[in-house]
């Protein structure tokens, strides 16, 4: 387990000298109050700032994150605001008076390049240096790039900041065909907003159907349908050989069976990354992330982390799991505000995400990876696409998804958090109430 190999290590607490050059986040010099420090620019970093202040933390609260913009949502940028549905103050956290009126300074357009966890101090991009009495680690995830030639041709793009969403969406007012590389969620959202604008648009999975990693062979068709249906070319078992281009622009995919595709705009998305190299430069414990207890809390007591990155032991679960959806985003940072004020707080919530695809909206609850259960339960017309979809191992529900079927993501996280084992052909059985079940 994990969780028996991450060492608490305390470091001792010297105050910063100001001939070393410091920058004070907050006035705790004179008023000697806690000074918070939180690197990332997205949700859990907004979310963790307002945690604190709402639970009545008035010690210096400092964000530092490497973007332009204030923290923002990151569904969105595949979502509605790709597709032009919304404007890009939407997608902020917070509004900028919201920083102002809470007192919580923004460093931004700004790297770290060093933790000094001996000093409780952290290295700017500018060789300043901040102070920290605690500090909280939401440095998300980073695309994984595409490693055939060709692939640093321009119209070649990746959706994971503002400035991503913003210039595949110009691209897309070019009337291009596009071909997505990867038929994971990200490549599929993008696909559903191409096709939306009635673009030419093909995927490109690696595994025979797209989400095939992630939800198994069982349920995997019914978003090949979806697509298909909504005039996707879709392609699975494929290997990409190369991109060819004129001019230093992209023109063509070439597969490994010679196939030629057109493709004026590619999306890649093949996976992502955990951002653990300033974790993993100071000494902290990583492992598929920062591994992290119920608490938030990292093999450091004065450090933790949230979000993406965060690998973080689950007790429902038994287990440590590293989620890269939105929940994790919204829900942990309050967990590790309280944990870096002092107090008790656990992080159990169940694994949460959601999707929307053309006419399809869908929840998933709990965690079900591919060698963990032994049977997929279906409740509903999977045919029309509005069912719920089990998980199950030895007749106990691990998780559950539900397509274009509202109010009952609570009964499903009830159902699994209850651990008592179900009968299957009931659960299927929509004349019976879930409850009953």
Known sequence: MLAEIVERTVIDRTAPDPADGLTICSDWVTAMKPNFLII????AAAKAAEALRSEGFEGGICIVGDEPFPPYLRPPLSKDYL???TVRDAVFVHSPEWYVDNDVELVLDTTVKEVNRAHHTVMLTDGSRRSFDKLLLCTGSTPVPLTVPGAELDGVHYLRRIGDSEQI???FAGSPAVVVIGGGWIGLETAAAARALNLTVTILENAPLPLTGVLGPQVAHVFANLHRDNGVDVRGSIEVDRLIGADGHVREVALRDGSIIPADLV????????NIALAEQSGIVVDNGIVVDEHLQTSDVDVFAAGDVA???????????????WANAEYQPAIAAMSMMGRTAIYDRLPFFYSDQYDLALEYTGYAEPDDYDR??????VESRKFIAFWLAD???LAGMNVNT???????????TAGRPVDALRLEDVTIPLEEV
Do not use: C, W
Not at 40 to 43: S, T
Not at 267 to 274: A, F, R, S, Y
Not at 311 to 325: I, T
Not at 406 to 413: F, K, L, P
């Open 40 to 43: 990332g620019g997205g949700q």
């Open 83 to 85: 597709q032009g549905k």
């Open 169 to 171: 969406k110009a691209a």
């Open 267 to 274: 999306i890649v998305g093949v996976g992502i990354t955990p």
């Open 311 to 325: 690998n973080a032991y689950n007790r429902r679960l038994n287990r440590h799991v590293r989620v890269e959806h």
């Open 376 to 381: 997929v339960v279906f409740r509903g017309n």
């Open 395 to 397: 007749d106990r529900i």
């Open 406 to 416: 509202s109010d009952v993501s609570d009964q499903i996280a009830t159902m699994i």
